[in-house]
């Protein structure tokens, strides 16, 4: 016995079969710039974040080591011997956050670590970070400026926060979630008045 299907139904069921359904669907245009954006989308948001956070990260580094640089020049010359400041934290407020503020503000002026530190010799400088357990440690930090003819390194410790990580590859190196810039300065003092012990 044979089934009479009316003509319309017909027509919508070999239209519903499945190798049509997927030719049509693969014939259809609409909204594939929409799918095709969102499939990108978020790889180029992360990948320009990414990019945006390095390049902020080496800034930071460049600008630290501006400001070691030029505060350094401070204890060289006798500045800051000559100008009392025996401690780091008067060397900071008085030399080191001037240099930070110039251009852009970029630095939590109180979270940077100052240590100051002479040798006999090029050859005994040994190095020493004020990190303790992967944060840093302002007690760890000495400030000890000499006078003429002494070797001085100058070290500024800051800890950058890192907000995008990309893939698990991120820039952080310090603890969860922050990077930690190091700029340092190795000179001889200046002969900038009769020479002392070292």
């Known amino acids: 016995m044979k089934i009479k299907i ?3 139904i017909a027509a919508r069921l070999v239209r ?11 014939r259809e245009e609409d909204g594939a710039t929409a799918v095709e954006f969102g499939l990108v989308a978020l790889p180029f948001l992360a990948l320009t974040f990414a990019i945006i956070e390095t390049s902020l990260v080496f800034f930071a580094g460049q600008s630290l080591e501006a400001a070691v640089a030029d505060a350094s020049r401070q204890i ?17 407020k008085n030399v080191v956050c ?21 040798f006999a010799s090029f050859s005994s400088i040994a190095t020493s970070s004020p990190v303790t357990n992967g944060q840093l ?6 400030f000890k400026a000499t006078g003429p003819g002494c070797i001085q390194v100058v070290s500024f410790y800051y800890s ?9 590859n991120n820039l952080s190196n310090l603890g969860e979630g ?4 190091v700029a340092t300065a190795v000179f001889r003092n200046e002969p900038f008045g009769p020479t002392g012990t070292c």
Do not use: H
């Open 16 to 26: 519903w079969m499945p190798a049509r359904v997927a030719r049509r669907f693969v």
């Open 178 to 181: 922050t990077r930690l810039l």
């Open 160 to 168: 950058w926060p890192i907000y995008v990580s990309l893939l698990g």
């Open 6 to 8: 009316p003509r319309k």
């Open 137 to 142: 440690d302002d007690t760890k930090a000495t």
């Open 76 to 92: 060289m010359t006798g500045q800051a011997q000559n100008a009392g400041y025996t401690t780091s934290d008067t060397f900071k």
């Open 98 to 118: 001037e240099y930070l503020k110039t251009g852009i503000t970029m630095f939590d002026c109180n979270k940077v670590v100052v240590d100051v530190r002479n």
